[in-house]
């Protein structure tokens, strides 16, 4: 591996991983970004766009000659992966814990020379772990299910980053017996017995219009639309995500 504080030409694959390399201080390196890199918004507008999460443009790849590259073993393929490394550096983060995702903020400023910005960033992260545990301590635990898809129904189950801060939240996965994210039908989450069906705003954008679907398959449970990119991303995002937690536990 190359000494990583000469790493200054990045490629992020990851959209959650580009956000955390912006709020490092590292904007000014970045050269290449995925469609989905919304945040913060101008990055789409400023740097190149060389496709999806699960779709790249090699060639254009290339073209930006990066340092390094980082994907992420859920969000892209081994396809990508192996093309990418190829051309350059590729670290291949793999998250399933607010543990991981404190441990990729340590290792991104070891990387890029910035372990001072990362470990404040870390210490915050920990703190807003530590307050929220407290604030949710006494709060009941609901059985849930998180939909991501639609056409077909689809769930994150066991194994998943979003399972992971479910169960922060005190809510009970009724699919936890399944792995990652499968296919169910709304009559299995029915006959399960959620008390509440979250659906998230990604992958699939649900809208208030899906919520009388579901009350019309599913009318034991309670539907409610929830921004999915507290509950998925990983990083700096993850330090607007437990107020935004708090909020919707007020909410119910």
Known sequence: MNNPKKYTRIISLVPSQTELLVDLGLEEHIVGITKFCIHPNHLTKT???????????????????????????????????????QIAYTHVS???????????????????????????????????VIDFKNFIHDRKSRKVAYFIWKNPWMIAANNT??????????????????????????????????????????PFPFKEKHTAEIKEHASNSTPILVDGEYFSWYGSRLLKAFDYFKQLHDSI
Not at 49 to 59: C, R
Not at 70 to 80: D, G, P
């Open 161 to 202: 980053f979003i399972n992971h801060l479910l169960e922060l939240n005190k809510f009970e996965n009724i699919y936890s017996d399944l792995e990652r994210y499968p296919e169910v039908t709304l009559e299995t989450t029915k006959q399960r017995k959620a008390e509440l069906i979250l659906l998230s705003s990604e």
């Open 94 to 128: 793999d998250i399933f814990t607010l543990a991981d995702a404190i441990d990729i903020i340590s290792l991104y400023g070891s990387f890029f020379d910035k372990q001072k910005e990362a470990d404040k960033m870390a210490h915050e992260l920990e703190s807003k």
């Open 47 to 85: 740097k190149t766009i060389v496709g999806g999460t699960k779709n790249i443009k090699i060639e254009k790849i290339k073209e930006l000659q990066p340092d390094i590259i980082l994907c992420n073993k859920e969000e892209n393929t081994k396809e990508i992966v192996e093309a990418c490394q």
